[in-house]
């Protein structure tokens, strides 16, 4: 009997956490940050659904915040196991914790000045530190046993460097089960990574959902990419990416290059305004294991789309500041991607009223996030504590999206369902899930679930 508790998103895209229990064996899949209204999200995120020092071990599926943020947390509350993942993971998770560390931080200070009352982040710096001390590494295909009883291995998922669909062994003989997390699944074609790997047939699936109504390929993403920066740059706008540093960042990158080397963007500045997208950058310049064949090609040939010849990234608060008062048309990469925190804070308020301006949203934006307000269009946003005009045009490009879509997921999921006897729909907003969950059964697979968070399920 294999029991699964659904600790985060469930029901939302956010705070990636599952409980995998299997005899006195418990292992963890996935703890990320909780994300959206304040202190909803410092509650849901302080209090675990278990206790983490009877976790035996944790699989991380990637270094993205909402499935790795709060692992601080999490050991500082007694968890003592070990963290496994891919190597590109563990050096991004390293980057990307410290970097949270010092949001939180920089965060509470700021909520305790404008209320007048001392808030406690939720970690900093020096909480992460014993949470490296726990990572061990296992490449791709290789075996490895996290817990007693159970056997896990990690195919390539295609969302992130180093993210990784995971597959639990657990009994023996004709009792065996196996279970498989996809954590976050990569769109497919996509540049710079490989696609998402297939896996054999499986008993049991977690898999995500976040597109699951939708479908990306309705969309020319690289022409209305090269529409949308034109047509800006021509009225001599500014374009504004709210981007996660890890990953999305180096897309944008990616893409910025290729039209550049087409000849079918104008000359136009480029910043990259985020420390770890730096940081991020310079950790996928060391795991050349994880680019597809077109990258790592381009790389050869001396072509890196990264290079600071290419891309002007600002190191300082002051660098970033400096372009509010820039002249003429340029495009800002910043963070974070979901506009809730970070660097694009400053260039929102600064750059939301200009009716020439474009604020471009190349992924999904949770629910109870300013990026989510922007894309309704309202004529006022509050951000950092003020009222600002939206005069700049908002549009969002799904096609950039990390993850795969609805017939992504569907080809990827029905040859791993062959057995399958139950498919739990994770990290989507309700009407996502449900609509994919309807899908499916359209499909002939009856029994697909879509937990609550804090709900048990018992497979046989």
Known sequence: MIRLRFCGAARTVTGSMHLVEAGDTRVLLDCGLYQGRREEARRINREFLFPPRDVHALLLSHAHIDHCGNLPTLVRAGFGGTIWCTPATADLVRVMLLDAAHIQKRDAEGVSRRTGSHVEPLYVPADVEPVLRLVRTCDYHRAFQPAPGMEARFNDAG?????????????????????????????????????????????????????????????????????????????????????????????????????????????????????????????????????????????????????????????????????????????????????????????????????????????????????????????????????????????????????????????????ALRRARTVFLVHGEPDAAESFGDHLRLQGFTDARIPARGELAEVA
Not at 281 to 300: G, I, K
Not at 381 to 409: C, F, K, P, Q, T
Request: include cysteine; aromatic fraction near 4%.
């Open 159 to 415: 969302h992130i460097l180093g993210s990784a669909v995971t597959v639990l062994r657990m009994g023996a003989g004709a009792a065996t089960r196996r279970l498989c997390f996809t954590g976050d699944l990569g769109h497919h074609p996509a540049p710079i990574l490989r696609d998402p790997e297939p896996i054999e047939p499986v008993d049991v699936v977690i898999s995500e959902c976040t597109y699951g109504a939708r479908s990306h390929e309705t969309e020319d993403t690289r022409g209305r990419f090269r529409s949308l920066i034109g047509e800006t740059v021509e009225r001599g706008g500014k374009v504004i990416v709210p981007a996660f540093s890890l990953g999305r960042t180096q897309m944008i990158l990616y893409l910025l290059n290729e039209l550049r080397r087409a000849g079918a963007l104008p000359p136009v500045p480029v910043f990259v305004d985020s420390p770890l997208a730096m940081s991020a950058t310079e950790v996928s310049r060391r795991h050349p294991e994880c680019f597809d064949d077109a990258m790592r090609a381009m790389l050869a040939r001396g072509d890196d789309p990264f290079d600071e010849a290419r891309v002007r990234y600002l190191r300082t608060p002051e660098e970033s500041r400096s372009l509010n008062s820039w002249r003429g048309s340029c495009v800002i990469v910043a963070a974070s991607g979901m506009c809730e925190s970070g660097r694009i804070l400053h260039h929102l308020k600064h750059q939301l009223p200009d009716p020439r301006n474009l604020v471009l949203m190349p992924g999904f934006q949770a629910e109870h996030t300013l990026g989510r307000r922007l894309l309704g269009r309202p004529p006022l946003v509050s951000v950092l504590g003020d009222d600002v005009r939206v005069g700049a045009r908002i549009e969002s490009l799904a096609g950039l999206s990390a993850h795969a879509d609805r017939s992504g997921l569907t080809r990827w999921l029905l040859p």
